[in-house]
């Protein structure tokens, strides 16, 4: 039975990028962090069902992408990726969760228990989520580096992918677009989640080799 449940782990990939993009368009964009208390406060009000929908599900989100990590790192690994790559990958996504979850707890909280706080503190909780980006971009730039690296040590899969994603990785760093390759890895993850399920489903059903007589 856990074998054929084990089958699906590199889906989370999917779900992952999925849950990520449903969040992303169910929030709301948010007061820049010079925003005034007053409008910080109506703003978090007047969007606060949105605003907890998104948060929850991009925690739920980045829940599956430490999954789809573990999994993605395992079927590297198998095919002659080191082992220290391939654990770079599971401590970007690691980081990237962190980033992700610090930004979706600031705007639950600024959401749904606004009503226990002043508008001060409201500000400076906005001022945190405008400004607590550096978790996510860095774990961005180290996933996608050491991804493409493990990608083309293994040629586990196409080498496009690979610079794809060692592209985006350097990107995501880079100022104001980071965010926008950071999103762009979200969906390469999406196209390599898929590939990686396939792959390993060929594997399992390939015909074993016939033993030397």
């Known amino acids: 039975m856990f074998p054929r449940v084990a089958r699906f782990a590199p889906l989370t990939g999917a779900l992952f990028a999925i849950l990520t993009a449903i969040a992303f368009l169910a929030g709301e964009e948010t007061p820049d962090a010079n925003a005034t208390p007053a409008k910080v406060v109506v703003f978090?009000?007047?969007?606060?069902?949105?605003?907890?929908?998104?948060?929850?599900l991009a925690a739920?989100?980045?829940?599956?992408?430490?999954?789809?990590a573990?999994?993605?790192?395992?079927?590297?690994?198998?095919?002659g990726a080191s082992g220290a790559l391939t654990g770079l990958v599971i401590a970007a996504v690691s980081l990237m969760a962190v980033g992700a979850a610090l930004f979706a707890g600031i705007e639950y909280v600024l959401a749904h228990d606004l009503r226990y706080f002043g508008p001060q503190t409201a500000q400076t909780l906005n001022v945190l989520n405008n400004?607590?980006?550096?978790?996510?971009v860095i774990g961005g730039c180290v996933y996608g580096v050491a991804s493409g690296l493990a990608i083309l040590a293994s040629k586990a899969l196409p080498a496009?992918?690979?610079w794809v994603a060692l592209v985006l990785g350097i990107l995501s760093v880079a100022g104001p677009i980071g965010f926008f390759a950071t999103l762009l890895l979200?969906?390469?993850t999406l196209v390599v989640s898929v590939m990686v399920f396939l792959r390993s489903g060929a594997d399992e059903t390939a015909p074993a080799p016939a033993a030397a007589v």
Not at 44 to 56: G, L, P, Q, Y
């Open 70 to 79: 573990g999994a993605f790192a395992g079927f590297l690994r198998r095919r």
């Open 44 to 56: 978090f009000t007047a969007h606060k069902s949105n605003i907890e929908t998104s948060a929850v």
């Open 131 to 136: 400004s607590l980006f550096l978790p996510l």
């Open 186 to 188: 979200v969906l390469w």
């Open 60 to 68: 739920v989100a980045f829940l599956f992408a430490v999954f789809w």
């Open 160 to 162: 496009w992918l690979a």
